[in-house]
């Protein structure tokens, strides 16, 4: 099994950034691609950024590309978003998944592990 714990959501004004983290443990973080989900009340799951085992690759979500960017730090086995420029509809519960699956996807069933999810609120 792989713990996932993210933090760093919260309330931010339109325009601001927002750093979120997902600490990993319980498996060897550096076999898995790691992906950033989100889900807003009433709407299905939806991908926002993912990134592979090694090599920094990364892909992202047409909403997102040029706003967040997603990191990884397998040393510290944590896997970061910067969210900047935030917007209302941004508003969502966050999610941090882990594949085995070497390079970044953008489907929800190619996770195999998730964390709880953290709360990100942008106001207008």
């Known amino acids: 099994q792989m713990q996932l714990v993210e933090s760093g959501g919260g309330l931010v004004q339109a325009g601001g950034s927002l750093r979120l983290s997902c600490a990993a443990s319980g498996r060897t973080f550096i076999s898995y691609a790691m992906g950033w989900f989100r889900q807003a009340p009433g709407k299905e799951r939806e991908f926002v950024a993912a990134i592979s085992m090694r090599l920094a690759i990364t892909s992202y979500a047409d909403s997102v590309k040029g706003r967040f960017t997603i990191s990884r730090d397998n040393a510290k086995n944590t896997v970061y978003l910067q969210m900047n420029s935030l917007k209302p509809e941004d508003t969502a519960v966050y999610y941090c998944?882990?594949?085995?699956?070497?390079?970044?996807?953008?489907?929800?069933?190619?996770?195999?592990?998730w964390g709880q999810g953290t709360q990100v609120t942008v106001s207008s």
């Open positions: 998944a882990a594949t085995l699956v070497a390079l970044p996807r953008r489907d929800v069933g190619s996770y195999n592990y």
